[in-house]
T-cell receptor, first 113, second 113 residues
Framework: DQQVKQNSPSLSVQEGRISILNCDYTNSMFDYFLWYKKYPAEGPTFLISISSIKDKNEDGRFTVFLNKSAKHLSLHIVPSQPGDSAVYFCAALLGGGADGLTFGKGTHLIIQP | NAGVTQTPKFRILKIGQSMTLQCTQDMNHNYMYWYRQDPGMGLKLIYY???????DKGEVPNGYNVSRSTTEDFPLRLELAAPSQTSVYFCASSIGQGGYGYTFGSGTRLTVV
């Protein structure tokens, strides 16, 4: 049973445009949601997080939106740059959180010149 | 600042062999985690630790063991390697629970033949 779902295995966006990566979840008890970026042969890198009590968090070019009623979150990257080409993982954390993040399968973002 | 260091980066094991994947962090983080990533899949939690002397099972602990004798080190032991353990293994640490994000190592790519 997959609690965190990223239904788009890949996404292609032109440089300078907006990239929108989507994530759905099933467990309403998740307290935090996080986005990670991963380049080949490297470990994931933390990008941005959002608490379940908020609906938006922004950090530079990255904004995460949370819609609790729809159990849906999205990561917006504006403007998209070539270095943004990577695999993006959505992850969720239960209250208490000591037992680790639950990850989605990832979306491969490709920024076209 | 090295962050999270994993060794080795690559390893080929024969079925039935054993090995230890090393993980060290220099950030004085209490929380440490071991994940595995299979092709096209998200990361799955193997074991985690909330501090020295304390470990607990994650989602996929079978075939693995861990120990946490110091804050810095969290080795993962594979006993009687099986082809199903072919994967990329990531160690991570965090300062606490919540939306802080984890710091990941660069991974160990293990092949069991």
């Amino acid at each position: 049973d997959q609690q965190v779902k990223q239904n788009s295995p890949s996404l292609s966006v032109q440089e300078g445009r907006i990239s929108i990566l989507n994530c759905d979840y099933t467990n309403s008890m998740f307290d935090y949601f996080l986005w990670y970026k991963k380049y080949p042969a490297e470990g994931p890198t933390f990008l941005i997080s959002i608490s379940s009590i908020k609906d938006k968090n922004e950090d530079g070019r990255f904004t995460v939106f949370l819609n609790k009623s729809a159990k849906h979150l999205s990561l917006h990257i504006v403007p998209s740059q070539p270095g943004d080409s990577a695999v993006y993982f959505c992850a969720a954390l239960l209250g208490g959180g000591a037992d680790g993040l639950t990850f989605g399968k990832g979306t491969h973002l490709i920024i076209q010149p | 600042n090295a962050g999270v260091t994993q060794t080795p980066k690559f390893r080929i094991l024969k079925i039935g062999q054993s090995m230890t994947l090393q993980c060290t962090q220099d950030m004085n983080h209490n929380y440490m985690y071991w994940y595995r990533q299979d092709p096209g899949m998200g990361l799955k939690l193997i074991y985690y630790s909330v501090g020295a002397g304390i470990t607990d099972k994650g989602e996929v602990p079978n075939g693995y063991n861990v120990s946490r004798s110091t804050t810095e080190d969290f080795p993962l032991r594979l006993e009687l390697a099986a082809p199903s353990q072919t994967s990329v293994y990531f160690c991570a640490s965090s300062i606490g629970q919540g939306g802080y994000g984890y710091t990941f190592g660069s991974g160990t790519r293990l092949t069991v033949v």
